[in-house]
């Protein structure tokens, strides 16, 4: 019973001449507020120990060779958002996949799928899509997540001699292809090395929907541009898994010798 509807309770006592025992305001107010703090407490114990399972369920599920365990109802687009990690994904136990339409080899985890490219990429009947059969694409076991790599075609006077050069060209691309943002890649770009030692320029973008990297020149050919995609956004919930879409693009460029530049040459392999 409130302090309120007590008080109220004694007036109709008194006016019907019940005896009515004194009553301690402050005493009362004193233990209403004792309770309010144990209903806090209360609350918080139980937001931590909810907060500390889901956490370590995330955590438990940060690299691909130990993936959070699903249940016979959940997918992984339903794993709550955790924190990235910086360390790199585990592909020690990746396959690995040669292209028979473009020559370049990249991995996979054991458990995606493989669909081949079955022809040449084309600015005229690719250049809008988002995934085509010019692509050698990778599905996860659940099919909520893909990646692809591919090679785009460069003109004759194309000249990609700097990291300078390679953002002009993947702004021009994006222009082309319809995906967005076009502003700010030189910003938000991840600036890659091709090769382990030699460091040919690539560059990683984040995009709206997908995440992609741009590289040529070094082991790849320098008349194509090799793109290589992981069809989901960043934060998207189904990359969680992975440690977000640019750990998971990291994974596979690293399976073809492509690291970010602040990689050490050690690690580099």
Same mark, same amino acid.
């Given at each position: 019973?409130? /302090?309120?509807?007590? /008080?109220?309770?004694?007036?109709?006592?008194?006016?019907?001449?019940?005896?009515?025992?004194?009553?301690?305001?402050?005493?009362?107010?004193?233990?209403?507020?004792?309770?309010?703090?144990?209903?806090?407490?209360?609350?918080?114990?139980?937001?931590?120990?909810? !907060?500390?399972?889901?956490?370590?369920?995330?955590?438990?599920?940060?690299?691909?060779?130990?993936?959070?365990?699903?249940?016979?109802?959940?997918?992984?687009?339903?794993?709550?958002?955790?924190?990235?990690?910086? /360390?790199?994904?585990?592909?020690?136990?990746?396959?690995?996949?040669?292209?028979?339409?473009?020559?370049?080899?990249?991995?996979?985890?054991?458990?995606?799928?493989?669909?081949?490219?079955?022809?040449?990429?084309?600015?005229?009947?690719?250049?809008?899509?988002?995934?085509?059969?010019?692509?050698?694409?990778?599905?996860? !076991?659940?099919?909520?997540?893909?990646?692809?790599?591919?090679?785009?075609?460069?003109?004759?006077?194309?000249?990609?001699?700097?990291?300078?050069?390679?953002?002009?060209?993947?702004?021009?691309?994006?222009?082309?292809?319809?995906? !967005?943002?076009?502003?700010?890649?030189?910003?938000?770009?991840?600036? /890659?090395?091709?090769?382990?030692?030699?460091?040919?320029?690539?560059?990683?973008?984040?995009?709206?929907?997908?995440?992609?990297?741009?590289?040529?020149?070094?082991?790849?050919?320098?008349?194509?541009?090799?793109?290589? !995609?992981?069809?989901?956004?960043?934060?998207?919930?189904?990359?969680?898994?992975?440690?977000?879409?640019?750990?998971?693009?990291?994974?596979?460029?690293?399976?073809?010798?492509?690291?970010?530049?602040?990689?050490?040459?050690?690690?580099?392999?």
């Amino acid at each position: 019973m409130t /302090l309120d509807q007590r /008080l109220t309770r004694a007036a109709h006592h008194v006016a019907d001449g019940v005896p009515v025992p004194d009553v301690d305001v402050d005493a009362v107010r004193a233990r209403a507020r004792a309770n309010r703090l144990r209903m806090v407490a209360v609350t918080a114990t139980v937001a931590v120990v909810t !907060a500390t399972v889901a956490g370590t369920a995330i955590v438990g599920g940060s690299d691909m060779n130990s993936p959070i365990p699903p249940s016979s109802t959940t997918s992984p687009s339903e794993v709550e958002t955790g924190s990235v990690s910086p /360390l790199p994904l585990g592909t020690g136990s990746w396959l690995t996949y040669r292209s028979t339409q473009y020559d370049f080899t990249i991995g996979h985890p054991q458990d995606w799928s493989e669909i081949p490219a079955t022809r040449d990429w084309e600015w005229e009947r690719d250049g809008l899509e988002a995934a085509t059969t010019a692509q050698d694409t990778f599905e996860n !076991a659940y099919g909520d997540v893909q990646a692809s790599a591919w090679s785009v075609p460069l003109g004759r006077s194309t000249r990609l001699d700097s990291t300078a050069d390679l953002v002009d060209w993947v702004e021009n691309y994006c222009e082309r292809s319809g995906i !967005a943002p076009c502003t700010g890649i030189a910003d938000r770009g991840v600036e /890659l090395c091709v090769e382990a030692r030699d460091c040919h320029p690539g560059l990683l973008v984040p995009f709206e929907e997908d995440t992609q990297a741009f590289f040529s020149g070094g082991i790849y050919p320098s008349e194509e541009m090799t793109v290589v !995609a992981v069809w989901r956004s960043e934060s998207h919930p189904t990359v969680q898994q992975y440690g977000g879409a640019q750990r998971l693009l990291e994974a596979f460029l690293s399976t073809m010798q492509v690291w970010p530049s602040s990689t050490p040459v050690s690690e580099r392999r």
